[in-house]
């Protein structure tokens, strides 16, 4: 009878037997992902398959963290590690420590697929940047403190604008923890020390060397910067993920520089012409001034002072013998008034009748006696005639 | 015309191409054209002294210990 063993029994030496095959240790195969999943704790499951199987496969999270690309379903990829037995599910598996993606560079793919991300977030949107200071006092510089990147920097902002302050925060430009340096210095200067604009950048190099630059870090530590963000990762043709996310580009730091400050020549410029402009509309003005002035001061007002009187010495003479004229026709006029009015008055004169032979009777009380029924035979009158006046006794009364 | 305490360069420098612009204008009084002469002079003096200002700015060096900023001077060649 043949001997019975028991399933782990088995499983062990199966296990066993993978673990002693030298080729299927670190082996490199090429695959298909699929059914890939990343559970919270961070581990990686998925399949690889061709088109004829399929092989189960696992990255630990220690391994799935250096992994410089995302690993998506249907993405081609060259994994190393070893296949072994999982003893509890009865199952081998391909345990995964390093894994590219196939036919595309690691880093392009790794690149796009972030720049595709952070694109959709909305990190490069052209209304999120920020316009740089015209005319920044001090600058803030992130990069490797031996470079020619500095030196570059320096020369030309100083020739542009000799009263330019720098500040260097130095960092590694590449290597492990360069990328989380560079995000540091950034945000360095926007807690700790004020500047008016920042350069954060590289002198040249391969996409590797460059690697930093594309770091979600970065990106997000430059995208976050209140302060203005110029790039400077040297080289022309491809762009950097801190390219893409920066308040502006520059292929050089010499040309981050001339982004950075005005060249103040040409403001010097623009003031001395502005000096040159407020001298003559202030000379024009006064010479504008001073002709107004003179035109009226050489108008006959001041130089021939009399010929203002001239018109007003006519009317002078005018009104006087007009004025003359009808006082003498006034005076005539009530002279005339005058003598009529003594001829009518003459008439009326009591004692103008009396002169014409006429007598006023008075009785005694000295009434006069206007009327023959207001006298009676015997009464005593007084009788006026000019020149004087008589008594008389009334001795008869004849009504008419 | 109420003025700042200290008014930055690009205010001074906006200042006196406004000032400028009116003058030429020729709307202004004698007495308006006087005044911002002296003040438009006045500006731009200050702007110039501050661009061609070679005052030794010093360049530095930043680092941080114990969360503290520490500045060194930062040593440029043919620079300073």
Not at chain 1, 318 to 332: E, F, G, M, Y
Not at chain 2, 46 to 68: F, P, Q, R, T, W
Request: aromatic letters at 6%; one cysteine or more.
């Amino acid at each position: 009878m043949a001997v019975i063993r028991s399933v782990s029994e088995v499983t062990k030496y199966i296990a066993g037997l993978l673990k002693n095959d030298l080729a299927l240790h670190n082996v490199t195969i090429r695959g298909q992902i699929s059914n890939f999943k990343q559970y919270s704790s961070g581990h990686c499951y998925f399949d690889l398959k061709d088109k004829d199987s399929i092989l189960k496969c696992v990255i630990w999270r220690s391994y799935a963290e250096r992994l410089r690309f995302r690993p998506e379903n249907d993405m081609q990829v060259l994994a190393t590690g070893s296949v072994e037995v999982y003893e509890r599910d009865g199952k081998y598996q391909f345990y995964i420590s390093r894994m590219a993606p196939d036919g595309v560079g690691e880093l392009a793919l790794a690149f796009e697929q972030l720049k595709e991300r952070l694109s959709k977030e909305g990190l490069f949107d052209a209304e999120v940047k920020k316009v740089l200071p015209a005319y920044p006092k001090t600058i803030g510089i992130v990069t490797s403190p031996t470079g020619a990147v500095l030196r570059d920097i320096y020369t030309v902002s100083r020739r542009r604008m000799p009263s330019i302050r720098l500040a260097l925060y130095p960092v590694m430009v590449q290597g492990a923890g360069s990328a989380e340096q560079i995000a540091h210095g950034i945000e360095f200067f926007n807690t700790k020390y004020p500047v008016d604009v920042l350069i954060v950048g590289r002198g040249g190099g391969s996409m590797e060397d460059l690697w930093s630059f594309n770091e979600e870090v970065v990106v997000r530590a430059i995208f976050k910067s209140r302060i203005p963000v110029i790039s400077a990762v040297g080289h022309e043709t491809d762009f950097t993920l801190a390219d893409f996310v920066a308040d502006q580009r520059a292929a050089t730091p010499s040309q981050a520089a001339e982004l950075a400050v005005p060249d103040v020549s040409e403001v010097i410029q623009r003031i001395n012409s502005a000096r040159e402009r407020l001298q003559m509309a202030a000379v024009t003005s006064i010479r504008d001034s001073r002709r107004s002035l003179e035109a009226i001061m050489d108008s006959f007002v001041f130089t021939q002072p009399l010929r203002m009187l001239e018109s007003s010495s006519m009317k002078l003479e005018n009104l006087q013998s007009r004025l003359s004229k009808i006082a003498i026709q006034l005076v005539k006029e009530k002279k005339n008034r005058l003598v009529h009015d003594m001829e009518k008055l003459e008439l009326i004169n009591p004692l103008g009748v009396i002169r014409r032979g006429y007598g006023i009777v008075h009785d005694q009380k000295g009434t006069i006696v206007s009327d023959i029924s207001n006298i009676k035979v015997d009464d005593m009158v007084s009788v006026k005639l000019n020149g004087g006046h008589f008594d008389a006794q009334v001795k008869a009364i004849r009504e008419e | 015309m109420p003025r700042k305490k200290e008014a930055s360069f690009e205010e001074n420098l906006a200042n006196l191409e406004q000032i400028v612009d009116k003058l030429e204008s020729g709307e202004a009084s004698l007495k308006d054209v006087i005044d911002n002469y002296t003040l438009g002079m006045e500006l731009s003096r200050k702007c110039l002294a501050e661009l061609k200002s070679v005052e030794d700015k010093m360049n530095v060096i930043l680092s941080e210990e114990d969360g503290k900023v520490v500045e060194m001077p930062l040593e440029l060649e043919g620079g300073q």
